[in-house]
């Protein structure tokens, strides 16, 4: 059984400046963004990582740079952040206001925005999540200590993959640097924790 780290990268500049960023968005991290990852980093220092896996975008890559500095790491696409479409880009409170049917009392995303925003769907992006999760666990030597740096809405995808709950909005997004455990083989999935 392999286990994944899952952490969110840290506060990026279009998170300081509270603008939805999806797949087409890259900034870099703010400083804040670059002390939270090193906050993070020293937290897990001793868990012995043997494979490191980013999204490419910038936000995610620096964090994985700052938690594993000597090693290499593996960008992936798969590992993106969700495609919001023509909504990348926008102030997220313009959006609440705009599209108030798209989400819930915490200001969670639900299903279905794809139709005004031609953003990729729920399902869409499991499918590539799900392809990257069978494709590395054949690969890697079982019971492989991994950390993966991806984005608060590809986790939420992710944990649903895990759990089978079919409900985004169950979940609200990890924290900037927050970390989410979970172990993954073709005979079981499991969550350990989220956003610690």
Not at 21 to 31: E, F
Not at 33 to 46: E, H, M, R, V
Not at 73 to 99: H, N, S
Not at 138 to 143: F, H, I, S, V, Y
């Amino acid at each position: 059984m392999t286990t994944f780290y899952l952490v969110r990268h840290g506060q990026s500049l279009a998170n300081a400046q509270h603008i939805l960023q999806g797949a087409m968005i890259d900034t870099p991290l703010s400083d804040n963004g670059k002390q939270q990852a090193q906050q993070t980093a020293a937290k897990l220092t001793k868990k012995g990582f043997e494979y490191v896996f980013s999204s490419p975008l910038q936000r995610a890559a620096q964090t994985a740079q700052i938690i594993a500095p000597t090693q290499s790491v593996t960008y992936d696409w798969r590992l993106r952040e969700f495609d919001y479409g023509q909504w990348d880009g926008q102030k997220i409170a313009e959006l609440w206001q705009k599209y108030p049917q798209f989400y819930d009392a915490q200001h969670n995303l639900l299903d279905g925005s794809q139709k005004y925003s031609h953003g990729e769907t729920h399902t869409q992006a499991k499918q590539r999540l799900l392809a990257f999760f069978e494709e590395v666990t054949t690969q890697l030597p079982k019971n492989a200590q991994v950390l993966l740096v991806s984005h608060g809405y590809t986790i939420k995808l992710i944990v649903d993959l895990v759990l089978g709950i079919n409900n985004l909005a169950a979940l609200n997004e990890p924290t900037n640097a927050g970390v989410t455990k979970i172990n993954w083989s073709f005979q079981a999935r499991t969550l350990k924790y989220f956003n610690r």
